[in-house]
């Protein structure tokens, strides 16, 4: 059975520090991992997708490395800002068509 | 990306009825969606995985007969919470995924369901 885990719970940052978020997985047949955010009673807004064949993704000041042989994905998000602050998710799911499985979440704040 | 809508984005019931929670694709076709709740600071439970033109499959520990589910289009599934409870109280949010080769995944914006 998959078990996705991230460390930190929660993590709290100076305003411009960059964000290292860690999620690991303990099956490493996946087909994609997806990092999502999600602010205090709203949904899931999806950041990167990373495909199994890949090694990372970009967008803006957001980088997502994935490395399946050792069952790890880092989320990093460059000089940090207060809108940054929320929770951070990473899911996996092993075939097309299955259902994700979430880590516990990463509690971001980042204080101006 | 693909956006997906929910309907209502809260509700208040008493004890004992019924409520209805429309997930809606806008702009893509689902032929699956899924059925999440979640409790204060807490992840994503998945409760079902709703199949259009099929029965729901459930969770564990999920009651079937207590969370109707139906998904009557390619780009509408609903979940019931019928006979509500104070402990149904939660935050239900559903998703569909892209179907392309990245089967990447997109959430609605969420439903706070109060039972009173």
């Known amino acids: 059975k998959q078990e996705v885990t991230q460390i930190p719970a929660a993590l709290s940052v100076p305003e411009g520090e960059n964000l290292v978020l860690n999620c690991s997985f303990t099956?490493?047949?996946?087909?994609?991992l997806q990092w999502f955010r999600q602010d205090p009673g709203k949904g899931l807004t999806s950041l990167l997708l990373i495909q199994s064949s890949q090694r990372e993704q970009t967008s803006g000041r957001l980088n997502a490395s994935l490395d399946k042989s050792s069952g790890r994905s880092t989320l990093y998000i460059a000089a940090s800002q207060p809108g940054d602050s929320a929770t951070y998710l990473c899911?996996?799911?092993?075939?097309?068509?299955?259902?994700?499985?979430f880590g516990g979440g990463t509690r971001v704040l980042v204080k101006p | 990306g693909a956006v997906v809508s929910q309907h209502p984005s809260w509700v208040i019931c008493k004890s004992g009825t019924s409520v209805k929670i429309e997930c809606r694709s806008l702009d893509f076709q689902a032929t699956t969606m899924f059925w999440y709740r979640q409790f204060p600071k807490q992840s994503l439970m998945l409760m079902a995985t709703s199949n259009e033109g099929s029965k729901a499959t459930y969770e564990q520990g999920v009651e079937k007969d207590k969370f109707l589910i139906n998904h009557a289009s390619l780009t509408l599934s609903t979940l019931t919470v019928t006979s509500a409870h104070p402990e149904d109280s939660s935050f239900y949010i559903c998703?569909?995924?892209?179907?392309?080769?990245?089967?990447?995944?997109?959430f609605g914006p969420g439903t706070r369901l109060t039972v009173l």
């Open positions: 099956d490493s047949a996946i087909y994609n």
């Open positions: 998703s569909g995924p892209d179907t392309g080769s990245s089967y990447e995944q997109f």
């Open positions: 899911a996996v799911i092993k075939a097309a068509g299955n259902k994700l499985t």
